[in-house]
Nanobody
Framework: QVQLVESGGGLVQPGGSLRLSCVAS????????MGWYRQAPGKARELVAT???????NYADSVKGRFTISRDGAKTTVYLQMNSLKPEDTAVYYC???????????????WGKGILVTVSS
C-alpha cells in the first residue's frame, strides 16, 4: 500500500505564493512518476505538474513559469512551489504517485486526499 499526505495549502491573496508538500510512505519502490493534479468546483480534475523517476518535469500550460515541481533526494517527498497565484488557481490539489507493479508491466496510481488552495483577496 501507498500513503500520500499533502500539506501546505490555505488562503493566499492574488499574486502570493504557497508551497505544497506531499510525503509518500509504504511500498514506494519502483516509482514511475509523482505529481500534482487539481480540481476546481464544478470542473474535472486536471494535471498541474509531474516529475518522473528520472527527474523530467511536465507542466500544464496554465501554470508554466509560475509553478515549480521538485522532490527531495530520497524521492519520497514532492513539492509544488506556486508563485504569482491567481484566483483561477483556487482548487483542491491532489498529490499522485504512479509506480510499477511487481510484473513491471502494469502501472498503479495512488492519490492523496487533497488539500484546498484558495486564492482570494
Amino acid at each position: 500500500q501507498v500513503q500520500l499526505v499533502e500539506s501546505g495549502g490555505g488562503l493566499v491573496q492574488p499574486g502570493g505564493s504557497l508551497r505544497l508538500s506531499c510525503v509518500a510512505s509504504g511500498t514506494i519502490f519502483s516509482i514511475n512518476a509523482m505529481g500534482w493534479y487539481r480540481q476546481a468546483p464544478g470542473k474535472a480534475r486536471e494535471l498541474v505538474a509531474t516529475i518522473t523517476g528520472g527527474g523530467s518535469t511536465n507542466y500544464a500550460d496554465s501554470v508554466k513559469g509560475r509553478f515549480t515541481i521538485s522532490r527531495d533526494g530520497a524521492k519520497t517527498t514532492v513539492y509544488l512551489q506556486m508563485n504569482s497565484l491567481k484566483p483561477e488557481d483556487t482548487a483542491v490539489y491532489y498529490c499522485s504517485l504512479r509506480k510499477w507493479a511487481s510484473d513491471y508491466v502494469r502501472l498503479m496510481d495512488y492519490w492523496g486526499k487533497g488539500i484546498l488552495v484558495t486564492v482570494s483577496s
